[in-house]
């Protein structure tokens, strides 16, 4: 497993944009699935973005799509969520998660695939 750290998140005002950050330690070596999950108050956790090992074919949920950006520095051991256009409805806890994958093109949308979970950073959005 490896350790994941979440920043960046705080309180918008709808249409603004803000970029979340996750880094990575401990066992990074290897293939690694990365993707971001939110979770609202009352709701379930929900897919928003995962990135694989290879960096292309990103993938998205259908309520971000178009406005949201997941991409990796792999040198730095780190994720980013870029979210653009932000709506009220985007306010929730933001978890970033990982998984060792046997393929570099590998990726998951359950959080029941994923083992290693960042503590969750707020984001805000007031309308």
């Known amino acids: 497993q490896v350790q994941l750290v979440e920043s960046g998140g705080g309180l918008v005002q709808a249409g603004d944009s803000v970029r979340l950050s996750c880094a990575a330690s401990?066992?990074?070596?290897?293939?690694?699935?990365t993707a971001w999950f939110r979770q609202a108050p009352g709701k379930e956790r929900e897919f928003v973005a995962a990135i694989p090992w290879s960096g292309r074919n990103t993938h998205y949920s259908d309520s971000v799509k178009g406005r949201f950006t997941i991409s990796r520095d792999a040198a730095k051991n780190m994720v980013f969520l870029q979210m653009n256009s932000l709506k009220p409805e985007d306010t929730a806890v933001y978890y970033c998660?990982?998984?060792?994958?046997?393929?570099?093109?590998?990726?998951?949308?359950?959080?029941?695939?994923?083992?290693?979970w960042g503590q969750g950073t707020q984001v805000t959005v007031s309308s």
């Open positions: 401990g066992r990074t070596s290897g293939y690694y699935s």
């Open positions: 998660a990982a998984r060792q994958t046997s393929y570099s093109g590998s990726y998951y949308s359950s959080s029941n695939d994923y083992d290693s």
